[in-house]
């Protein structure tokens, strides 16, 4: 490579010699010129004593840095997390609430519950320990050969308090067919454990409770019941007897089940524990949905389910 050529810069190029050199920053063939120099003294391309090579000259201007620097590295990285973070923010699930329903009752049933408010319509029944429906009042049974018309449709679903002897439990629940939905249990409160007061099986037990309330209409005396439940076993019961319904609402839509209260059962696996008894809500017929009718129970009318024209 020929050797680099110095040149006097006088006042009057100074301005377009700074262009030059700043034009060649960052090159391998850039000629070195000493600003200070008023001879026109050949340079070399020799390093100098203790300079390592390729190393510019310990004068020479620091080059510019070519592409991005790190403070832009970093603060472009910055800005990029602050946007993925943003992000997953607004597609995150949002927290469990309970649902607003819309208010369906009529201004007699509005005033009726603020004066009176009641979740059990007539009089309580229950599935006992013993595998007998009883009404909780008088302790009685209930025979498997009594006919009811059940109120499917006013069937109550949601979650139970119980607050101790004489407060009234606290509830989240509402008509299933008047479109409310069950809030989740995480929207309620009271999930720690240590706090629970021991159940009977020697564990926590969780104070609310799922629980499902059947309206129910004698079918001799027109008088109502609900049969109320929290086990798993009698909200398994109720579940495939509004199964029966929604079928039913298709084919004949101004028409209720009829039931029978009935005891099934099975072998537990646990041969300590026996023979458990669980309950049986059996369809017999239908009946209108005129409050005041007489069910039918006929053997025709429960094997009618022909489908009537459109």
């Known amino acids: 490579m020929s050797p680099a050529i110095g040149f ?33 003294t050949p340079a070399t391309n020799q390093p100098r004593p203790n300079q390592r090579p390729n190393q510019p000259p310990p004068n020479m201007p620091p080059r510019r840095p070519i592409g991005r620097t790190p403070e832009q590295v970093i603060a472009e990285q910055k800005a990029k997390a602050e ?10 699930p949002a927290a469990a609430t ?19 408010p009641a ?21 009685e049974a209930i025979g498997d050969d ?4 059940a109120l499917t449709d ?15 439990p606290d509830r989240a629940a509402g008509l299933l067919y008047d479109g409310f939905i069950m809030p989740s249990r995480d929207a309620l409160g009271d999930d720690d454990p240590a706090q629970w007061e021991i159940g009977l099986n020697g564990q926590p037990a969780d ?3 799922h629980q499902v309330c059947l309206v129910l209409q004698h079918g001799d005396t027109n008088e109502l019941f609900t049969y109320a439940t929290s086990s798993v076993t009698g909200r398994r019961a109720i579940g495939n007897l509004l199964r029966h319904y929604d ?10 089940p009829v039931i029978r209260l009935k005891v099934g059962g099975f072998q537990h696996r646990d041969e300590r524990v026996g023979w458990v008894a669980t309950p049986v809500l059996a369809v017999v017929g239908r009946a209108p949905k005129d409050s005041a009718a007489k069910p039918d129970t006929s053997v025709a009318t429960d094997m009618n389910d022909e489908i009537p024209f459109l």
């Open 146 to 149: 009594v006919d009811f018309t």
């Open 83 to 92: 946007h993925n973070h943003a992000q997953a923010l607004a597609t995150r």
């Open 207 to 209: 104070p609310w409770q």
């Open 8 to 40: 006097q810069i006088d006042g009057a190029n100074a301005r377009r010699a700074v262009e030059y050199i700043t034009a060649l920053e960052g090159t391998d063939q850039m000629e070195h010129v000493n600003l200070n120099q008023t001879n026109t």
């Open 247 to 256: 079928r039913l609402r298709k084919t004949h839509p101004d028409m209720y």
């Open 154 to 168: 006013q069937t109550l679903v949601g979650w139970i308090k119980f607050n101790g002897d004489g407060a009234p």
């Open 98 to 116: 309970a649902v607003a329903v819309p208010e369906t009752r009529t201004p007699v049933q509005a005033y009726l519950d603020e004066i009176a």
């Open 119 to 139: 979740n059990i319509v007539g009089r309580l029944i229950k599935f006992s320990k013993d595998g007998k429906f009883i009404t909780t009042d008088d302790g």
